[in-house]
């Protein structure tokens, strides 16, 4: 043990007096720089959650505009709509891979769901702009009844929803007469709405369309069938997110009431819960798995993306249901837009500059990496030291280790930096994190420790990377070949993790797996909101946990470290 | 009979058809100087990476003092020092970081040692300049005092006075001698050049395409091929009538180079030919007579061997 400690310390001590140290260091108090100017805590302020925008000036402009055009019970009711619809598509039970004459029926049939739609919602907001005059609200009526009628005209459902015409007229003319009635109720067009909706539910029209649908037998799932799938996850995701901007835009004003608040959660949960199995109930639907049309694409990047984030949400939300709690009492896992406290200290500014030093530090640890093993191979210094009394393994291992300890290092170097730098501006806070691990468990941890799993986890990437540089000097003995692959492989696995997060083999893929951090809750967060993370952290295909991501990366480093060994074993020195 | 130091047993080496080494059998005994002599491409290379451990042969062992190179590789190479083809030394440190990080690399070498090396090998001037401000011939100096660092038992060198100029190879003959003498160190050298092998090794082993063809002392060589094969080399001003006038009267083989003759020397004639010349008006300028060198000997068993294959 020894031995390999004379040997490790002698590999270090040549990494440390490389010139290229001088460089590595300089970018790296560059990008500590950079980071810091970057870094803006005034934005970050009192907003959890950002509506999207190129900057963060811009997501919160966005943030703050959207907060007034909110509304809970639209939400509810598209919840709902995309439910009623789910089960419709569900019930249909195509079979796959037949063409039928039937194709056109099926057709006409969401031809007509959509314009029995449209009609309502058309109708209730033309109802909503009667302003108090009967007129008005009588001719919004007739239209309505005769829109209806041609929209239910095909001769199979026209005896069916017709007779149920008179019913529904008659329940929103009463409720529409009530209001002009009383002048001081505040007329809103969402209760039209609901009516409507109600009345569909209860008088259970869309299960009659859906046991009609399921006689026709042997259709093929149409374009049509597709979108709307597509569709109902956007409008239903839309909702989600207006909820969640309402959430936060509560927590920012003062005079909010912390039950209001967690009736709040509450119902963000249901809405996100909603989404949650909408979203697996699809998923488990193999025609629609099964195609591959530009549609079917597009639903499941909906689906497959958003199903781990659900999941979390809807953990954090049990959570903090049932410790009667609300987010803002916790920090929350790092990124760039959610804060701890809404706050941001030494921590965050920890996180947000090792995404960017880490991924400097890495390309570092590539080409030290290979220049250890396939530079020395081309300038003819490794010969000297392989006929000295240590094995290949031995000298292989070293060079392992020392590259890693130097990464290690400079990990180390700029975790401390940031820290203090950190402390130095933002201060310090040590509110604990609420942390959901694997989706599924929520955990209270302190922002300590949190940093330290972060560094594991970075430190256990560079440790990939490092091996992958090895691996390929050893193979190919070129030194820039080396640096080259490796680091396009770095670059193409942070692309491909933003390009193919929604195909299925994408779980399988060593690159998808080498993040562990996002198993401990940033996976939403992260997806959406540090612009480095965007680029250098891989997405979470819906079935991906964090077992199954270590299992596949300790295959991909077992396979590695065999092919690395034995081929520097049997390899001749030239 | 003093103790094996390396011990090459049947070593063969195939790059896909082609031998690179085919059947060589050696030893080397304590303090000996080795000399491995062979054309370019006839495998003096490959035979000093497989001693070394950087390359493994198809067939064959070999033993650093009688350990295995193959099986206990770590035992075998402690006892060695090796400068094989082209190795460099770090260009980036200088002289005395890079006889640091080798000495580190094993136990219980004091830093003094380094001075010492640098001293033996004539760097102590420019020990603490970086690698890379050294002219070729330092570099070679450097890349042997790595090797003496640990006061290996073994010294390989593979074409060791690549670069040196011709004081800089008086110099290398010289500490190689003297270390030989003080240390008893054994040291296989590898060399295309013949006179500085013929003045530095005790034993030389004649190679081509792979096979060993001959090893033989110095001694022994000269004994074998070079007895009474002495020749007398004279100078003088009609070569042509000279050569004829030889021949016809003595039937000797005369040979002619530029303005000179070449018979074989034998002291009973040596005279009766300078004489003849003389009464006949030729005139001498000089008379020296020759020993058959390394070269010749080496070209002659080269020659052997290629009409030994033909026939």
């Known amino acids: 043990m020894s031995k390999m400690s004379r040997l490790i310390r002698g590999e270090l001590n040549k990494i440390l007096m490389r010139p290229i140290l001088y460089v590595i260091t300089g970018i790296l108090v560059v990008a500590l720089i950079f980071s810091f100017s970057i870094f803006n805590p005034t934005e970050r302020k009192d907003s959890e959650y950002s509506v999207g925008g190129t900057t963060n000036t811009e997501a919160y402009t966005n943030f703050s505009t959207h907060t007034g055009t909110m509304n809970k019970s639209l939400a509810d009711t598209q919840v709902d709509t995309a439910q009623i619809y789910l089960n419709y598509y569900q019930n249909l039970k195509i079979p796959a891979n037949k063409y039928t004459t039937k194709f056109s029926e099926i057709d006409t049939l969401n031809s007509i769901m959509s314009a029995y739609s449209a009609n309502i919602y058309n109708t209730s907001s033309n109802i909503a702009n009667c302003n108090y005059n009967r007129n008005q609200l009588i001719n919004v009526l007739i239209t309505f009844r005769t829109n209806f009628n041609e929209a239910v005209s095909n001769p199979n459902l026209s005896i069916m929803i017709k007779t149920d015409n008179i019913d529904i007229i008659t329940s929103l003319v009463q409720k529409a007469l009530s209001r002009l009635n009383n002048e001081d109720y505040d007329y809103s067009s969402l209760e039209v709405q609901e009516t409507v909706y109600n009345y569909l539910i209860n008088n259970k029209i869309f299960e009659q369309l859906i046991t009609l649908t399921n006689s026709i037998k042997d259709v093929e799932i149409s374009d049509t069938i597709l979108s709307k799938l597509n569709l109902m996850v956007t409008m239903t995701r839309t909702n989600l997110t207006t909820r969640y901007q309402e959430i936060n835009s509560n927590y920012a004003n003062p005079d909010y009431q912390l039950e209001t608040l967690k009736d709040d959660i509450r119902e963000y949960y249901q809405c996100a819960g909603q989404l949650l199995t909408l979203v697996q109930t699809t998923l488990q639907y193999e025609p629609i798995k099964n195609l591959v049309d530009s549609e079917a694409h597009t639903y499941n990047t909906y689906a497959n993306t958003y199903s781990y984030q659900l999941q979390e949400t809807i953990t954090k939300c049990t959570y903090l249901i049932e410790n009667n709690a609300v987010s803002s009492n916790y920090a929350m896992m790092y990124n760039a837009v959610i804060t701890s406290n809404s706050e941001a200290n030494a921590f965050d500014f920890v996180y947000y500059g090792l995404e960017l030093c880490g991924f400097i530090i890495i390309i570092f640890c590539v080409v030290i990496g290979a220049g250890m093993v396939a530079g020395e191979q081309t300038n003819g210094t490794l010969k000297l030291l392989a006929i000295r009394p240590f094995s290949r393994n031995k000298i292989l291992t070293s060079k392992l280790w020392a590259t890693l300890i130097f990464g290690i290092i400079f990990t180390l170097f700029s975790a401390v930096i940031l820290f203090i730098t950190g402390y130095i501006f933002y201060g310090i806070d040590f509110t604990s994190v609420l942390g959901i691990f694997n989706a599924t468990t929520a955990f209270v941890m302190s922002p300590v420790w949190v940093i330290l799993i972060y560094l594991a986890c970075l430190i256990f990437k560079i440790f990939i990377y490092t091996l992958i540089a090895i691996t390929i000097s050893v193979i190919f003995r070129s030194n820039v070949g080396a640096v080259g692959i490796s680091i396009f492989i770095y670059f193409f696995s942070a692309l491909f993790g933003v390009l193919f997060t929604t195909s299925y083999w994408y779980a399988y893929l060593p690159f998808s797996n080498f993040d562990l951090f996002k198993y401990l809750g940033g996976a939403f967060a992260s997806s959406q909101a540090n612009p480095l993370a965007i680029a250098f952290s891989s997405g979470i295909y819906y079935n991906m946990n964090f077992i199954w991501s270590a299992i596949i990366s300790g295959i991909f480093i077992v396979l590695l470290l065999i092919l690395t060994y034995v081929q520097f074993n049997k390899r001749e020195i030239k | ?311």
């Open chain 2, 1 to 311: 009979m003093s103790e094996k130091i390396l011990e090459v047993k049947n070593v063969t080496k195939m790059y896909g058809d082609r031998y690179a080494l085919r059947n060589v059998d050696f030893d080397v005994y304590a303090g000996e100087i080795f000399g491995f002599i062979g054309p370019n491409g006839a495998g003096k290379s490959t035979l000093m990476k497989i001693i070394s451990g950087l390359s493994k042969p198809t067939t064959g062992e070999v033993f650093i003092c009688g350990k295995s190179v193959q099986k206990k590789f770590e035992s075998a190479v402690v006892n060695l020092g090796a400068m094989i083809e082209n190795c460099q030394v770090y260009g980036y440190m200088t002289g005395r970081q890079n006889l640091n990080y080798y000495s580190k690399l094993y136990k219980g070498i004091p830093k003094s040692r380094i001075d010492e090396v640098a001293d033996l090998v004539g760097m102590t001037a420019r020990i603490n300049d970086p690698v890379r401000t050294y002219s070729l011939g330092m570099r070679q100096r450097i890349a042997l005092a790595q090797a003496l660092l640990h006061q290996p038992r073994l010294l390989i060198l593979d074409e060791p006075t690549n670069g040196l100029d011709v004081n800089g190879v008086i110099e290398l003959r010289q500490t190689l001698r003297a270390l030989s003498a003080k240390t008893n160190v054994s040291i296989l050298v590898s060399s295309h050049i013949l006179p500085e092998m013929e003045q530095l090794c005790d034993t030389v082993a004649i190679v081509d395409k792979g096979s060993i063809l001959e090893i033989r002392t110095l001694d022994e060589l000269h004994e074998k091929n070079g007895s009474g094969i002495q020749r007398l080399r004279i100078r003088v001003n009609y070569p042509n009538y000279a050569a004829k006038l030889i021949y016809l009267k003595f039937d000797v083989p005369v040979e002619k180079a530029g303005n000179s003759i070449i018979v074989p020397f034998n002291p009973d004639n040596a005279q009766k030919i300078i004489n003849a010349l003389e009464q006949r008006n030729i005139k001498i300028y000089g008379t020296k007579i020759e020993t058959k060198n390394l070269e010749d000997i080496y070209i002659e068993i080269l020659k052997e061997h290629h009409t030994g294959n033909i026939s």
